[in-house]
């Protein structure tokens, strides 16, 4: 790019890459704390796990960056783009994002991890046809219920990765159609559960989620992060234990899981507009910055924090040396997804939803 008015290079970034460090190493010092109270030998096994996931960030932080990575005239054209009139301006507006779980590498596993599920293990793109018309399906019976409103932002988060694998912008597409199926019948599974049964397997930050739709008792906006949470920080560590986290020759595959942010970017642009406009109007009333889709960009980040933890979460489940080990780091994922849903619940309690559901009302008599 010319004209950059900020070229990142290996020095300047390293800070940055230090900063998130911390941040997935606090995650993992509060899985280390409680696992340690459980058992001193998950706290020992923890620890080296830990320390070498660090060392192995520390020595290739430079590497990763060492073309210098030059977003400074995204930056620029993002700050200047409400104010360009040109056609191209208009073409692509996503919110700035850089794509920092790209710099952080996968924990060294050389020994291949095979899927334990069946959903689509050939890797059809049909496979993902068949996820969408099943959530279309299931959105569409919702009407106005306050699980809609989660089920829309799922469904058209689904529709955009179809648009985005055909552009062959993934290593392994096949890998990816297989990692679409199975996320998609994770959720399946807990609505189903809750709903067309007695709920016992319903995973509790499922439960949280789907009581409070029941209840009413949050905004839509809080319907969409209950359903995230459930879906990434508790399904997410699950989903990737089972369908292996490196390739038959002991590559990792954490490069496509985390260009599944690219395009999870490129939805946040539009998505909530859609799901205020049916169900919820509050969902407008975020952090609105003129000029700037700032509100977007705290975001996709939250989110992309989130399938970071779930990548590291997972790489504790398949170095778990025990069974009980592993089954100690799965109680520890419910839990500390469990916690989160009660505090998004809190965070977006509200008194009535009566003017949520006259307006969705209004909506689907006119669809």
Not at 134 to 153: I, P, Q, S, W
Not at 162 to 170: D, H, I, P, Q, S
Not at 254 to 279: C, G, I, P, Q, W
């Amino acid at each position: 790019m010319s004209g950059s008015i900020l070229r990142v290079t290996p020095r300047r970034m390293l800070p940055l890459m230090r900063r998130f460090r911390a941040t997935l190493a606090a995650t993992a010092a509060a899985a280390l704390a409680l696992s340690t109270l459980a058992s001193p030998a998950l706290g020992l096994s923890l620890t080296g796990t830990l320390d070498s996931l660090v060392s192995t960030i520390e020595a290739e932080a430079d590497a990763a960056v060492a073309d210098a990575v030059d977003w400074g005239d995204a930056w620029a054209a993002h700050v200047t783009a409400p104010f360009d009139g040109s056609d191209e301006a208009g073409r692509y507006d996503d919110p700035f994002f850089l794509n920092w779980a790209t710099f952080l590498p996968a924990y060294p596993m050389t020994d291949y991890t095979p899927s334990t599920e069946n959903e689509c293990t050939p890797g059809n793109i049909q496979c993902v046809d068949n996820v969408i018309r099943e959530m279309t399906k299931r959105y569409e019976r919702l009407g106005c219920d306050h699980n809609a409103v989660f089920a829309l932002v799922y469904l058209r988060t689904t529709e955009e990765y179809k648009r985005y694998w055909e552009t062959g912008a993934f290593d392994d597409p096949t890998w990816l159609n297989h990692y679409d199926a199975v996320f998609g019948q994770f959720y399946f599974d807990a609505y189903d559960d809750w709903y067309g049964k007695d709920g016992a397997a319903t995973p509790p930050a499922w439960r949280i989620a789907f009581h409070a739709a029941d209840t009413r008792e949050v905004t839509g906006m809080g319907n969409i992060f209950l359903g995230m949470n459930g879906h990434i920080r508790r399904d997410l560590p699950f989903v990737l234990e089972a369908i292996g986290l490196t390739n038959e020759d002991g590559t990792t595959r954490k490069a496509d899981h985390d260009r599944v942010n690219e395009f999870l970017n490129h939805v946040s642009t539009y998505v909530m507009d859609e799901a205020a406009a049916h169900h919820d109007p509050s969902i407008d009333d975020g952090i609105d910055v003129p000029y700037t889709t700032v509100d977007q960009t705290a975001s996709i980040h939250a989110i992309v924090e989130w399938r970071e933890e779930a990548w590291r979460k997972a790489e504790m489940l398949l170095n778990a040396s025990t069974p009980e080990e592993r089954d100690r780091i799965a109680a520890w994922i419910e839990n500390e997804a469990a916690a989160s849903a009660l505090a998004i619940r809190h965070l977006f309690t509200q008194d009535s939803s009566e003017i949520r559901d006259a307006h969705c009302g209004a909506w689907l008599a006119g669809t």
